[in-house]
């Protein structure tokens, strides 16, 4: 393991050729219902999703202006519907679309431990890296009781490897800013990522933006309050820092820039 933040000394286990991703990608395939989808978005399966949230947020909206009561049968948040090989998907195609490369189910060295991904990101003529733990129901709705379960668990990855870790996906539907916003009161997700931000644990949101029939998603990486990384100002200097903090000490070392 090498000193600085960032990175195993096995920086070459984590490159992946093109070769090799569409290998992974074809023996992970999607269920029949997904491998359907035609769309020239480069993130096919979530924007299905996104689309049903959508739609399922309007029908909120038009059920509650008619005074209509909303139940169970009649509406079901497509999120709920969600499984993981739907979210491990979602995360390839943003991966994919970014041209990071990665490597799945990486096994942490001395721990006997796999996260779900280990991502290389190109960055300032180099290359940085981070983890990412793929859950199925990161919602606002989700028992905080497992948010904090998946706190813990990703702050263990987080350790062991020296690098950021981010939960993924949160379908949101919304803003990825407003996971960032704090005060005296916020919602659940929101806590996850500030508290989760003292122990190098981010999220991952993704959102489209909809104008009539012109749809567009966005992405945006959010750790101790602020952008990690978004689509329009990529990677924030301010935010690639691990969290090194003893006692009261406030402590941040430079997360490592590999070239």
């Known amino acids: ?4 933040h960032g990175m195993p000394e096995h920086e070459q286990d984590i490159s992946l050729t093109p070769q090799e991703q569409t290998k992974i990608q074809m ?11 035609t769309t020239s978005s480069p993130y096919p399966k979530a924007e299905l999703i996104l689309s049903q949230i959508l739609r399922y947020a309007q029908q909120k ?3 509650r202006s008619q005074e209509t009561p909303i139940t169970q049968s009649k509406l079901i948040d497509p999120r709920s519907l969600l499984s993981e ?3 491990s998907q979602i995360l390839r195609e943003f991966f994919q679309a970014q041209g990071w490369e990665y490597r799945e ?5 001395n721990t006997g431990k796999r996260i779900d991904f280990v991502v290389k990101a190109s960055h300032d003529g180099g290359h940085i890296f981070f983890g990412v733990e793929c859950k199925k129901d990161l919602t606002n709705e ?3 009781t497992v ?3 998946y706190l813990e ?3 263990a990855y987080s350790e062991a490897l020296r690098m950021p870790v981010f939960l993924a996906p949160v379908m949101n539907g919304g803003t990825a800013s407003s996971l960032s916003f704090g005060s005296h009161k916020v919602d659940a997700l929101n806590s996850l990522c500030i508290f989760g931000g003292r122990f190098n644990v981010g999220l991952i949101s993704n959102q489209m933006y909809a104008w009539g029939y012109n749809k567009e998603i966005k992405y945006c990486l959010v750790m101790r309050g602020g952008y990690f990384w978004d689509e329009i100002r990529k990677f924030n200097p301010e935010r690639l820092h691990m969290v090194c903090s003893t006692g009261s000490k406030k402590e941040r070392k430079p997360l490592k820039i590999w070239k």
């Open 1 to 4: 393991m090498s000193n600085h």
């Open 153 to 155: 668990q990703a702050s």
């Open 147 to 149: 948010l904090a379960d």
């Open 61 to 63: 909206r038009t059920a």
């Open 27 to 37: 023996e992970r395939q999607m269920p029949e219902r997904a491998r359907t989808l």
């Open 105 to 109: 189910e990486y096994e942490i060295k």
């Open 142 to 144: 989700t028992n905080i």
């Open 85 to 87: 090989t739907d979210c």
